[in-house]
């Protein structure tokens, strides 16, 4: 049984426009695929879909997680939350709730699988508060815990992200752009942390990418889409810059460059305004020897 599995899959937005074209894909459980393309492409409107935030055309289609179609030609199914809960979605801007703490932040995570009545009182079962310990110092940090998620810089956020999706026990988590607005330290141990997800805690990772280099570094599988199309799915050591040129014709300097895009400059700025130097940290220092610490007991199998 795959862990994604897309039928045929178009979305034509309101305006007209042709986000996804006739999309076909199967991601096999534990796998971590790369999602390229040049800005418009489509990757977030394809995330998105899997996700069940946004239903498809109303063509015969179909989009299944686990084996459970999570929207069918153009209807998103009555059951979606709990298909959710399978997926963690991981956004650009990190998506913490800013005045919660950093723990709180991650027990969001544990919320959908409590009863109605611990969600309704907000306490949490001790084993829950443990989880999610566990999940923090896993992606290194637990010192943090009781910080408010706004103090932590862009990288520690998505780490938080990365230990909600943990502590929700998600099987398939879908990462978009998850490093676009991060400095490339903080990218890095993203990617890394993304990566122990899914080799550790056989997680099906799909995440979408502007560059093609993490990819190739991070990613067995990439498949690259354009105007809504699919136009590779395949090895990613196989995307040469000359495959790209001809994938892409003059998009593709826009996926080879080491540089970010303007668009991500200024989101860069933003962040250096909200943490300047000599304020909240930006770094992270935990040593690298106790971010692997804690192993969390492997998620709930299907
Ligand atoms: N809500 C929307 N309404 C109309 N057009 C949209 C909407 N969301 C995305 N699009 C269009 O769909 C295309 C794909 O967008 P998107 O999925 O955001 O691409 P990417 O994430 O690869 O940059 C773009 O042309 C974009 O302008
Ligand atoms: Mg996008």
Not at 80 to 106: A, H, K, P, Y
Not at 206 to 214: A, N, R
Not at 226 to 253: C, E, F, I, M
Request: proline share 5%; aromatic share 4%; glycine share 8%.
């Amino acid at each position: 049984m795959e862990a994604i599995r897309i039928e045929r899959l178009s979305k034509t937005f309101s305006n007209g426009r042709k986000a996804l074209d006739e999309i076909d894909l199967r991601v096999a459980p534990g796998e971590m695929v790369a999602l390229i393309g040049a800005s418009g492409s489509g990757k977030s409107t394809l995330l998105r879909h899997i996700a069940g935030f946004t239903a498809s055309d109303a063509q015969p289609s179909q989009i299944a997680i686990l084996g459970r179609p999570i929207q069918q030609n153009g209807r998103i199914v009555r059951e979606v939350r709990s298909i959710r809960r399978d997926i963690g979605f991981v956004f650009q801007q990190f998506n913490l709730v800013n005045r919660l703490s950093v723990e709180s932040n991650v027990l969001i995570g544990a919320l959908a699988r409590l009863p109605l009545w611990r969600r309704l009182t907000g306490r949490f079962p001790r084993e829950e508060r443990a989880l999610s310990l566990a999940a923090l110092n896993e992606v290194g940090i637990g010192d943090h815990a009781r910080e408010r998620a706004a103090n932590l810089s862009g990288g520690q956020q998505q780490r938080a992200a990365l230990a909600r999706a943990l502590v929700q026990r998600a099987r398939i988590v879908l990462a978009d752009e998850p490093i676009a607005s991060l400095d490339p330290e903080s990218s890095r141990r993203v990617m890394d942390m993304l990566r122990a997800l899914n080799r550790e805690h056989q997680l099906t990772v799909l995440v979408s990418l502007h560059q093609v280099d993490i990819a190739m570094q991070y990613c067995p599988r990439t498949i690259a889409l354009r105007r809504g199309k699919v136009v590779y799915d395949g090895p990613s050591a196989a995307l040469t810059p000359v495959l790209l040129k001809k994938l892409y014709g003059d998009d593709a300097h826009e996926l080879l460059d080491a540089s970010t895009p303007g668009e991500e400059h200024e989101q860069a700025a933003d962040n250096l305004a909200s943490h300047p130097p000599g304020g909240a940290p930006t770094g992270d220092n935990t040593p690298a020897s106790t971010r692997y610490a804690f192993a969390l007991k492997p998620a709930h199998s299907h």
